[in-house]
C-alpha cells in the first residue's frame, strides 16, 4: 500500500530543500527565486524501522525490506491560486492526487532567500494557503451539486458537499464536518480542506531545538499536536554524513531524532496506519496498512491471490517472535495464534499466510 505526503507552501520557505532532505536526493531544484518548482517531484523513502533488523537476525535472514512512503514536492501557492494565479492550477490538481499534507511553513529570518511576502508571518502564510483550497473546494463543490451531476452522487456524500459548502460559506472551521460523519466518506469527497494535514515549521539551526517566536505564535494558535519544528537545511547536512559522523553531530546540536523519522512518525499517525511483518530465511519485510485491517486484507497487501484465498494466518507478536527465537520455538511454547478472516491485525504482528490458489 502506497501513501503520499504532499509538500506544498509558499514560494521560497523550503519545500525542496526539506524534499531532498527526506528522499536523500537532489530532484527538486532549490533556488532563490518563486515557481522554481513546476512539476511535482516524487521521492520513495524506506521507513525506518529497527524491529526489522532484530526480526532479521532472529530468522538469519538473506535481505531486509523496509516498507515505504513517498513524499511529492509540490509547485509554491500565492495568494489567487485557486484563480490560477501563479501555479495555480497545476498546485491544487497535484495535491489532489496525495493522501495527506504536508504544510511547509517559513519561520525564520533571511536576507539571502527572498520572500514573497514583505514580512515573516507563519500564521498568514497558512491561512493563504488554507484560503486557497477552500476557494478551490467550494467551486469543486459547485460543480458536483449541478443538477446534471447531481444524480451521480450518494446521499451521504451529497450531505458531506452540502454542509462543508455551508461551513466554507460562513467562514466556519470545516473541519467540524468530521464529528457527524464516518472518516471513510469524509475523505471520499476529496475536498482539498479535509485531508489530513502536518504543520512543519522550517527555522534555523539556532531554533531547531526550543524553537523561536514565529514557532511559538502559530503554536499558539494551531497546536503543537501536528506541527514538526524541522530545519531543512539541517536535515541535508545530516544526509551527506555517514553514520558514525551523523550520531555526532545530532547530539551536538541536541537533535534526537531527524526531521525523516519525525515526520514519518507522524504521518503514520495522521493517517492510522500500522506495520506487520514477514520474516523467514530469504527475507524479512515490512508492509504497510490501515489500522483495524482484517488478515486478508493484510494478505492482498502481499499478493491479490492471497487475500482471495485465504484460510488461516499463523500470528506472533514481535516481543513473542524475538524472546522464542523465531517460528519454530514460538509455535512449541503456544505463542504462534492460527486467526481467521475476522482477525484485526496488530501492529508488529509476524505472519505467515495460508491459503488457496
Not at 283 to 311: L, Q, V, Y
Request: with cysteine; aromatic share 8%; proline share 3%.
Amino acid at each position: 500500500m502506497s501513501f503520499k505526503c504532499g509538500i506544498v507552501g509558499l514560494p521560497n520557505v523550503g519545500k525542496s530543500t526539506l524534499f531532498n532532505a527526506l528522499t536523500n536526493s537532489s530532484k527538486a531544484q532549490a533556488a532563490n527565486f518563486p515557481f522554481c518548482t513546476i512539476d511535482p517531484n516524487i521521492g520513495v523513502v524506506p521507513v525506518p524501522d529497527e524491529r526489522l533488523n532484530n526480526l532479521a537476525k532472529v530468522s538469519k535472514s538473506k535481505k531486509i525490506i523496509n516498507t515505504t512512503i513517498s513524499f511529492v514536492d509540490i509547485a509554491g501557492l500565492v495568494k489567487g491560486a485557486s484563480k490560477g494565479e501563479g501555479l495555480g492550477n497545476k498546485f491544487l490538481s497535484h495535491i489532489r492526487e496525495v493522501d495527506a499534507i504536508i504544510h511547509m511553513i517559513r519561520c525564520f529570518d533571511s536576507d539571502d532567500i527572498q520572500n514573497v511576502n514583505p514580512t515573516v508571518d507563519p500564521i498568514r502564510d497558512i491561512e493563504i494557503i488554507e484560503t486557497e483550497m477552500k476557494l478551490a473546494d467550494l467551486e469543486s463543490i459547485q460543480k458536483r451539486l449541478e443538477k446534471n451531476n447531481k444524480k451521480n452522487i450518494e446521499e451521504e456524500q451529497l450531505k458531506i458537499l452540502k454542509i462543508s459548502q455551508d461551513l466554507i460559506n460562513n467562514d466556519k472551521n470545516i473541519l467540524e464536518i468530521k464529528k457527524d460523519f464516518d472518516k471513510k466518506k469524509i475523505l471520499q469527497s476529496g475536498l482539498l480542506s479535509l485531508k489530513q494535514k502536518i504543520f512543519v515549521c522550517n527555522v534555523d539551526e539556532q531554533s531547531v531545538k526550543k524553537g523561536n517566536n514565529y514557532t511559538n505564535k502559530f503554536i499558539e494558535k494551531f497546536g503543537e499536536e501536528n506541527t514538526l519544528i524541522i530545519s531543512a537545511d539541517i536535515e541535508n547536512e545530516i544526509n551527506n554524513l555517514d553514520v558514525n559522523e551523523k550520531k555526532k553531530y545530532m547530539e551536538m546540536i541536541g537533535l534526537k531524532e531527524t526531521g525523516l523519522n519525525l515526520l514519518i512518525k507522524k504521518g503514520y499517525e495522521i493517517l492510522e496506519l500500522d506495520t506487520y511483518f514477514t520474516s523467514g530465511p530469504e527475507e524479512t519485510r515490512a508492509w504497510t496498512i490501515r489500522k483495524n485491517c482484517t488478515a486478508p486484507k493484510a494478505a492482498g497487501e502481499i499478493h491479490s491471490d492471497f487475500e482471495k484465498g485465504f484460510i488461516k494466518a499463523e500470528a506472533v507478536s514481535y516481543d513473542d517472535f524475538l524472546k522464542n527465537d523465531g517460528w519454530v520455538n514460538s509455535k512449541t511454547n503456544g505463542k504462534m495464534r492460527l486467526e481467521g478472516k475476522d482477525y484485526i491485525v496488530k501492529d508488529g504482528d509476524v505472519l505467515n499466510f495460508r491459503f488457496n490458489t
